[in-house]
């Protein structure tokens, strides 16, 4: 009796390692088929992360392109280039300081006209290379008295800025001059939007004053 009891409890004891067995292979199973399905949910999530950069690259590049073609370049700032006609000219008085842009041939210029006691003078230079374009000058004498100062130069950006915020943010500086009118130090300054629409603002240097203001239709 004693023996077939022992021969009961170890057959049931097999067969509990028998589903034991059997449970942990199931379960390495499923767990190899998870460890699968990751690897392969992982290497999908990297192949679309691969486009989605290579996507990003593209539109980054056209829209680099695009900008390179809505506008000039400028390393040139306005300070310098007041700066080197006074190298190229000492003891000349500049009277009108002007800057533009020709989308064109993509070439951006600062013009600098200036006298001294025998001669006049008008100067272009290239504002991306700040290569001298044009030197000029003429023997006559002048009854101006005018002197625009490397200090009159600090209000322009902020002009320029205010003029902007009147005619749109899709507005394009184009040109600007400092020039002087009856004594008053004036500032022009000229933009143009992609459709070709342009707005022109004059104001007082000194005071800031809004002089003129013509925005096409």
């Given at each position: 009796?004693?023996?077939?009891?022992?021969?009961?409890l170890?057959?049931?004891?097999?067969?509990?390692?028998?589903?034991?067995?059997?449970?942990?292979?199931?379960?390495?199973?499923?767990?190899?088929?998870?460890?699968?399905?990751?690897?392969?949910?992982?290497?999908?999530?990297?192949?679309?992360?691969?486009?989605?950069?290579?996507?990003?690259?593209?539109?980054?590049?056209?829209?680099?392109?695009?900008?390179?073609?809505?506008?000039?370049?400028?390393?040139?700032?306005?300070?310098?280039?007041?700066?080197?006609?006074?190298?190229?000219?000492?003891?000349?008085?500049?009277?009108?300081f002007?800057?533009?842009?020709?989308?064109d041939?993509?070439?951006?210029?600062?013009?600098?006209?200036?006298?001294?006691?025998?001669?006049?003078?008008e100067?272009?230079?290239?504002?991306?290379?700040?290569?001298?374009?044009?030197?000029?000058?003429?023997?006559?004498?002048?009854?101006?008295?005018?002197?625009?100062?490397a200090?009159?130069?600090?209000?322009?950006?902020?002009?320029?800025?205010?003029?902007?915020?009147?005619?749109?943010?899709?507005?394009?500086?184009?040109?600007?001059?400092?020039?002087?009118?009856?004594?008053?130090?004036?500032?022009?300054?000229?933009?143009?939007n992609?459709q070709?629409?342009?707005?022109?603002?004059?104001?007082?240097?000194?005071?800031?004053?809004?002089?003129?203001?013509?925005?096409?239709?």
């Open positions: 009796m004693k023996k077939i009891i022992g021969l009961a170890s057959l049931i004891l097999l067969s509990a390692c028998a589903k034991n067995v059997t449970n942990t292979n199931t379960n390495k199973n499923i767990n190899n088929t998870n460890n699968k399905m990751d690897a392969s949910q992982d290497k999908e999530l990297k192949n679309n992360n691969n486009r989605n950069n290579k996507t990003d690259n593209i539109n980054n590049e056209s829209a680099s392109d695009k900008n390179l073609t809505k506008d000039v370049n400028v390393n040139l700032t306005k300070e310098d280039a007041f700066k080197k006609f006074n190298d190229l000219h000492p003891n000349t008085n500049i009277n009108e002007s800057f533009s842009k020709d989308l041939k993509k070439l951006a210029k600062y013009e600098v006209e200036a006298y001294d006691q025998e001669r006049e003078y100067v272009e230079i290239n504002a991306t290379d700040s290569s001298i374009i044009r030197d000029k000058s003429k023997k006559e004498k002048t009854s101006s008295t005018a002197i625009i100062l200090d009159m130069l600090g209000g322009i950006d902020d002009l320029v800025n205010k003029s902007i915020a009147q005619a749109g943010q899709d507005y394009l500086l184009k040109d600007y001059s400092l020039y002087f009118d009856d004594g008053i130090s004036k500032f022009d300054v000229e933009l143009e992609s070709g629409k342009e707005a022109e603002f004059t104001y007082n240097l000194e005071s800031g004053e809004l002089l003129e203001k013509d925005l096409s239709e």
